[in-house]
């Protein structure tokens, strides 16, 4: 029992901390539920609480935090830097202060498995749900053409490059990635085991942050099973 | 006949001692364990806290250096900042690193030559870097972990 115990505990913790580390960098606005694979996607407000017995799928639009804390051997200058260089932009011309765009390009060619690059990662400007399309980028001089912005009129952006999604089908947690950067959008066929044997979660809004909280179980006897669960606090970002 | 039964409840005690000592053990010894792994977790999230707050604190220690230059004629830019909190370094704590850049800045930040990235750009703006340097706590400092935390401000 003591050792059944262990296992769920280092287990739960471990999941938690992947977890954890992906939903942090969730845009605002951009999470999302499904009730089965095949079903629609609903947006969820300001407010969150979804249950796992209710809403099996959550995904949600993941701002690329890979790009911000990276910086090459000779230069700290991160591959972006979610600053606007409000004198320079506008219209649908985003200059981007302390960026390095070609690091920013390679950095998602590199992690994402379908191949996308800097042109497929969408920017988000304040509230604007789908974020906006890249049409092109000058490295040398920082700047991003936006498709269908009327003005860059705002100090801050977020970059995004692909969704995420986790599934709990049959006790077994799905993580889905390197998806279209725009909520609700379709899962993709690329997915992996997180864990198995996991009974529920929950995600909720607490304070400025989310609340995630799971559960997990492991078989002791012939129906007989230890269910172990725990919380985990999500700063938001 | 007595003695010989006697020796052998003997033997017997003796089995039982080391089998229930033996599962004693292995139950204490999951038990650290279980415990080794919630204390890791604790101080993983003790080290993001900690590079949060520095993150904070080296931004108003920027606007300070800002405004010292600016009305004092002070030339030196704020480069670094560093701190340990907690125990002393062999057994343990936080060692906090900061180490702030400065972007398209002109005078009078051009004082920190090797920190002045760029220039060309009219917003200035600082990039902090926060480090935490630390350790599993059953492993002292053999085992260093770091936490790194980036912000761009403007200033």
């Given at each position: ?10 287990n739960?913790e471990i999941l938690?901390?992947q ?11 951009t ?27 959550v995904?949600?639009?993941?701002m ?10 000779s230069?700290?200058v991160?591959?972006w830097?979610?600053?606007v ?16 765009l ?15 690059g ?5 920017v ?6 789908d974020g ?5 980028f000058?490295s ?22 692909s969704?995420?999604?986790?599934a ?7 993580i889905?990635y ?7 959008s ?9 864990s198995r ?21 492991s ?18 970002r | ?9 003997m033997?017997?005690?003796i089995?039982?001692i ?5 599962i ?5 010894q ?11 977790s ?13 993150l ?33 370094k ?5 060692t ?7 972007m ?7 004082s920190?030559?090797t920190?002045?990235l760029?220039?060309?750009?009219n917003?200035?703006?600082?990039i902090?870097?926060?480090y935490?340097?630390?350790?599993a ?6 085992n260093?972990?770091r ?9």
């Amino acid at each position: 029992m003591q050792r059944i115990s262990y296992k769920l505990n280092q287990n739960l913790e471990i999941l938690l901390s992947q977890l954890a580390n992906r939903l942090e960098f969730a845009l605002k606005g951009t999470i999302s539920v499904r009730q089965s694979i095949n079903s629609h996607a609903i947006s969820q407000g300001g407010h969150i609480s979804i249950d796992s017995k209710q809403y099996p799928i959550v995904q949600w639009v993941s701002m690329d935090m890979d790009g911000v804390s990276a910086m090459s051997s000779s230069s700290r200058v991160p591959a972006w830097s979610g600053r606007v260089e409000t004198n320079k932009s506008s219209g649908n011309r985003l200059y981007s202060i302390a960026s390095n765009l070609q690091l920013c390009d390679n950095i998602i060619s590199n992690l994402s498995p379908s191949g996308r690059g800097l042109i497929d990662a969408r920017v988000y400007l304040g509230g604007n749900g789908d974020g906006y399309e890249i049409t092109s980028f000058d490295s040398n001089k920082s700047l991003m053409n936006l498709n269908k912005v009327t003005s860059v009129n705002l100090q801050k952006y977020r970059l995004a490059w692909s969704s995420y999604a986790i599934a709990l089908v049959d006790e077994t947690l799905y993580i889905y990635y390197d998806m279209e950067p725009i909520a609700r959008s379709k899962l993709s066929n690329r997915r992996s085991i997180l864990s198995r044997g996991v009974s529920s979660f929950r995600l909720y809004s607490r304070g400025s942050g989310l609340s995630f909280e799971m559960c997990l179980k492991s078989q002791v006897a012939k129906d007989e099973y230890a269910n172990l669960c725990k919380e985990r606090y999500i700063d938001a970002r | 006949m007595q003695g010989k039964r006697a020796g052998f409840s003997m033997l017997t005690a003796i089995a039982i001692i080391i089998v229930m000592s033996s599962i004693s053990a292995l139950i204490l010894q999951t038990g650290i364990r279980s415990s080794a792994v919630t204390t890791n977790s604790y101080r993983d999230r003790q080290a993001s806290l900690w590079g949060k707050s520095y993150l904070e604190y080296a931004k108003i220690a920027i606007m300070k250096n800002r405004m010292l230059i600016v009305e004092n004629n002070q030339t030196e830019a704020l480069e670094s900042i560093h701190g340990h909190q907690g125990r002393s370094k062999p057994h343990g704590g936080y060692t906090i690193t900061v180490q702030i850049s400065y972007m398209g800045v002109k005078r009078p930040f051009h004082s920190s030559k090797t920190r002045l990235l760029d220039s060309t750009n009219n917003n200035p703006s600082a990039i902090i870097d926060v480090y935490v340097d630390y350790s599993a706590l059953e492993s002292r400092w053999k085992n260093p972990m770091r936490y790194h935390i980036r912000e761009v401000i403007g200033i």
